[in-house]
C-alpha cells in the first residue's frame, strides 16, 4: 500500500504529464491553424495569377502511396467507404487538408492530455479503495 506522500506525488506528477500533453494538442491545433491559413493565401496568390485554384498536394500524395493502396483506391471491392474518404480527402486543397488534420490530431491529443489528467484523480481514488479493504 502507499502512503498520502506518494499518492499524492502519483497525483502530481500525472497532473503535469496531463497538462503537457493537452499543451502540445493546443500546439498542434494552432501551429497547423497558421500553417493552413499561409498555405491558403500562396493558393490564392496561385489562384489569382492562373484563375484555378491550384492542387498543391494531390499529386505528392499519391506518389507517396504503396502500390497496392493506389490499386485499392482505383479499384476497392472492401471498406468502399473509406476509398470514398480517402479519396474525397486527397482532392481537397492542401490548405483545407492542414487545418483538417490539425484539428483532428490537436483535438486527439488535447482529449488525451485532458483524459490523463482528470484520470490522476483515480489514482487518489482507487489507493484509497484499496485502504478500505
Known amino acids: 500500500m502507499m502512503d498520502d506522500e506518494e499518492r499524492y506525488r502519483r497525483y502530481q506528477r500525472a497532473e503535469k504529464i496531463g ?29 489569382l495569377q492562373s484563375g484555378q485554384w491550384p492542387m498543391l498536394a494531390t499529386d505528392v500524395i499519391v506518389r507517396a502511396l504503396p502500390l497496392q ?6 479499384h476497392p471491392h ?11 480527402f486527397i482532392g481537397l486543397p492542401l490548405s483545407l487538408m492542414i487545418w483538417i488534420l490539425a484539428f483532428v490530431l490537436g483535438g ?7 483524459t490523463q489528467s482528470e484520470g490522476s ?13
Open 19 to 47: 497538462a503537457a500533453i493537452t499543451l502540445v494538442g493546443w500546439w498542434i491545433g494552432v501551429l497547423g491553424g497558421f500553417t493552413g491559413f499561409a498555405v491558403a493565401c500562396y493558393e490564392g496568390f496561385l489562384w
Open 69 to 74: 493502396t493506389w490499386w485499392w483506391l482505383q
Open 78 to 88: 472492401s471498406w468502399v467507404g473509406l476509398q470514398k474518404v480517402v479519396v474525397a
Open 108 to 114: 486527439f491529443v488535447g482529449f488525451v492530455g485532458k
Open 121 to 133: 484523480w483515480k489514482l487518489l481514488l482507487d489507493d484509497a479503495g484499496e485502504q478500505k479493504r
